[in-house]
């Protein structure tokens, strides 16, 4: 079983920046592809950000490519999303999700998903 627990969210001006960090349980974490969701209100879930296992391959929504970073430190078994020049539509409660040794970030079909933590965005 895997654990994953979100932090970092909060309220932000348009513009400005926020890290998020997830801490996952197990002993297994470089094994992990890891990914970022986010759900708005009323709207589906959606992939924001991932990293493979090895930590050597990252994907991102093209609504956050450019301004998002995406990394890991395994020494940690944390994975960050950095979010710059944020906008009003980044406003979501964000989630983490693993998927063990999933192939592309960018298919990932998570087993696993942290509690979420909410980013507001205001304009």
């Known amino acids: 079983q895997v654990q994953l627990v979100e932090s970092g969210g909060g309220l932000v001006q348009a513009g400005g920046s926020l890290r998020l960090s997830c801490a996952a349980s197990?002993?297994?974490?470089?094994?992990?592809?890891m990914g970022w969701f986010r759900q708005a209100p009323g709207k589906e879930r959606e992939f924001v950000a991932g990293?493979?296992?090895?930590?050597?391959?990252?994907y991102y929504a093209d609504s956050v490519k450019g301004r998002s970073t995406i990394s890991r430190d395994n020494a940690k078994n944390t994975v960050y999303l950095q979010m710059n020049s944020l906008k009003s539509e980044d406003t979501a409660v964000y989630y983490c999700a693993a998927e063990i040794l999933a192939d592309s970030p960018a298919a990932m079909r998570p087993k696993y998903w942290g509690q979420g933590t909410q980013v507001t965005v205001s304009s």
């Open positions: 990293i493979r296992w090895s930590g050597g391959s990252t």
């Open positions: 197990g002993r297994t974490f470089s094994t992990y592809t």
